[in-house]
């Protein structure tokens, strides 16, 4: 496009030109307002501009001009110097407005036509991959090519007599009088410059825009997944039902010239769109109660997006003066040109509603895992002895998998599943695993840092401190219990084998392997933190399980259905339906966990990545196993012992990886932005030197405690 200069480009407007090649040369008439050189200073249109200041009262300020403007302003200058040239693109713009569809760019324009979140993510991709065609009649295909995003924001500084100047170019030989609108209440049209409308009949097209729009807004209203979870009180007005002929009327009343009517059904149709709003926004309230689905977060936001999109078409045809909504419109639908590029903007508002739910589901289930006095502190060290005592059994079965000698897949998948098995036992027989409940407890964290943007007191500070120091100790029970009785009894385990089969369980020759994979001078603390990231993944794998199996209402169906309460009894069913409503999250975790950690790196060695996973408790357990087939003699061997030192960076990176993921994303999920950072460090940096042990062992004085414990 730089090859072209403003002379070659006018001497290329052909008014008998094709539909493609009109619009190719409007694709270059923009990227000529965007890149070429400005204009000389002594041309028209370079002197800077004033720009209103942004307090009232106080004096313009002059600021650059941007370049578009500078060259927009040289082009009209141009034109209006050149008759032949003013004509050769009035006609252009004549066959272009006759060819073209506008209603399309007004009530489609930033719309998705399935109303699925899925449809509008694949939608998108292919938008950004796949190349468009200028030959089209559809104004909202070719506004993609004219327009860019950055344009916006010079399109907003176009003053009036500029806009007139624009539209006596884009509208020649318009027709006076077409649907002329009424006389806005409190304006004073002969105050503000007069802009010729167009020979295509734009107001006539944003009104068939507004009947796309409102029966759009109609259907949704009605769809099944909006209406039954809309508030009863907001829809006994039926604003749904009303909308499509309030818009009927508002059309013939500006058919009809009566200024009065339509202004009174314009009054009438923003109410009646106001109330629809309201009541889509009522389905949060039900969605945080029953469950959150993406997609009907996304129909409401289709819907709301609609609503606004009426007002704005109705500012632009009840103003008797246009030019300012207009721009303002077009600058509107440059920046929805923007956002439909963008995928993670998209993806971060229709999932935040979800990982809300999510974060709080687990934070739910995080309580349980934060011990607040002593007797919770042993009660959590004896269930993450029982766990240890499980994993035991899980490390020699893992070896067991290994020695059959399957392929990379299966070894990875039977692994998997003895993990998962596992962990499910340990749940059912309700022990811990301690790498679990970073992942849990982080959102039951970030419940307490809700307050967002207020000067936090000390108070609230120190409870918060507290509340880490809970964490913290929770955390070193959890790994001292999994590892206390982990350990020995893998030891047991192969001194008894030894004594009665006359060799261990996993012999000597396992023991190179044991030490070269777990040692820290390896790549231990790489898969630690990747194993972190499963840990975290398995959170949110529980708590998208329980929020679907809430949204589908499995607990009401379970205990109610027909067929499985003759199967089941009624008292058998209710007590399934309550039991599957309260372990779904664990099941979903365990199970989820387990898995991951057999498959995924199985799955990326298959694409070429030499990834695998370190978790505390599994690797102890293999240590133990090689220290218990090679001899103690083994205990003298400095390998041995950066194999100890690998395991202690193992439980720091588990924990510490899985935390962090599982706290930023509920501080996402709620909105909080935490502005006491330093304030919350330096209150850690004095418990820390004045109560190390809190960090450890529950002092005997609690502050939090009774706060705490009230919370539970």
Request: contains cysteine; positive net charge; proline residues 6%.
């Amino acid at each position: 496009m730089a090859a072209w200069d403003l002379t070659a480009l006018l001497n290329a407007a052909d008014p008998k030109a094709g539909l493609a090649e009109r619009h190719i040369w409007l694709v270059r008439l923009m990227e000529w307002l965007r890149h070429a050189p400005p204009p000389r200073a002594a041309e028209p249109g370079a002197a800077p501009v004033t720009t209103p200041a942004a307090t009232p009262g106080e004096a313009g300020t002059t600021a650059p001009t941007p370049r578009p403007l500078v060259k927009l302003r040289h082009l009209l200058a141009v034109l209006e110097a050149n008759p032949a040239h003013r004509e050769r693109v009035q006609g252009l713009m004549r066959a272009f407005w006759r060819d073209i569809d506008g209603a399309a760019l007004f009530a489609d324009f930033g719309f998705s036509s399935r109303l699925a979140l899925r449809s509008e993510v694949a939608s998108r991709i292919r938008q950004r991959l796949l190349p468009r065609s200028p030959e089209t009649a559809d104004l909202a295909e070719l506004f993609h090519l004219v327009f860019d995003p950055r344009d916006a924001d010079w399109i907003d500084q176009l003053d009036e007599p500029l806009l007139a100047r624009i539209a006596a170019l884009l509208a020649p030989g318009a027709r006076e009088g077409a649907a002329a609108p009424p006389a806005a209440a409190g304006r004073n049209s002969a105050a503000r410059p007069a802009v010729p409308a167009p020979a295509w009949d734009w107001r006539g097209v944003m009104l068939d825009a507004v009947t796309i729009l409102v029966s759009a807004i109609h259907a949704a209203g009605f769809a099944p997944p909006l209406r039954k979870r809309m508030s009863p009180a907001l829809l006994a007005d039926e604003p749904f039902r009303q909308l499509p002929h309030a818009a009927d009327e508002l059309r013939l009343a500006l058919q009809r010239g009566d200024s009065a009517q339509a202004l009174a059904q314009a009054r009438y149709l923003r109410a009646l769109l106001d109330a629809c709003r309201r009541a889509s926004a009522s389905i949060t309230e039900h969605l945080e109660e029953h469950g959150v689905s993406v997609d009907i977060v996304f129909e409401m936001d289709q819907l709301r997006a609609r609503c606004e999109r009426v007002e704005l078409l109705l500012q632009c045809v009840l103003a008797p003066a246009p030019a300012a909504e207009l721009r303002h419109l077009v600058a509107e639908l440059v920046r929805v040109e923007g956002h439909l590029l963008g995928l993670r903007d998209l993806l971060a508002r229709h999932y935040s509603l979800l990982a809300r739910q999510v974060a709080e589901r687990s934070a739910e289930t995080g309580e349980r895992y934060i011990t607040r006095d002593r007797d919770e502190y042993r009660d959590m060290l004896r269930r993450a002895a029982g766990g240890g005592a499980v994993i035991a059994g899980t490390t020699f079965v893992k070896f067991a998998i290994a020695a059959v000698g399957l392929s990379a897949f299966w070894t990875g998948f039977w692994s998997g599943a003895n993990y998962a098995a596992s962990f499910v036992l340990i749940m059912l027989l309700h022990w811990t695993v301690a790498t679990k409940q970073p992942a849990m407890t982080a959102p039951a964290m970030a419940a307490r840092l809700q307050v967002a943007g207020s000067q936090r007191s000390d108070a609230e500070i120190e409870a918060f401190v507290d509340r880490v120091a809970a964490l913290i100790r929770s955390q070193v029970a959890g790994i001292a219990g999994n590892l206390a009785l982990c350990a020995p009894l893998v030891l047991a385990a192969q001194a008894i084998a030894t004594w009665a089969f006359g060799q261990p369980l996993v012999g000597a020759e396992q023991a190179p392997y044991v030490l070269d994979s777990l040692t820290l001078l390896g790549p231990t603390a790489l898969f630690a933190a990747f194993t972190g990231v499963l840990l975290f993944a398995s959170s949110l794998a529980a708590g998208w399980a329980e929020n679907w199996f809430v949204f589908h209402r499995l607990d009401s169906a379970i205990a109610h259905n027909p067929r499985i309460v003759e199967r089941l009894g009624a008292a058998r069913a209710a007590r399934w339906a309550t039991w599957w409503r309260r372990n779904v999250s664990g099941l979903a975790a365990n199970v989820s966990l387990g898995m991951m950690l057999g498959l995924v790196p199985a799955l990326l060695a298959f694409v070429g990545l030499p990834v695998d996973v370190r978790h505390v408790t599994l690797s102890t357990g293999q240590l133990a196993a090689g220290l218990g087939g090679e001899g103690f003699a083994l205990l003298q061997a400095p390998a041995f012992w950066w194999c100890v030192a690998g395991i202690a960076v193992t439980a720091v990176l588990n924990v510490t990886v899985s935390f962090w993921l599982a706290f930023k994303v509920a501080l996402r999920s709620r909105g909080v932005r935490v502005r006491d950072r330093s304030r919350i460090g330096r209150a850690l940096r004095r418990r820390l030197r004045r109560r190390p042990l809190s960090f450890l062992w529950p002092p005997r004085d609690l502050p939090g405690a009774a706060a705490d414990g009230g919370a539970r």
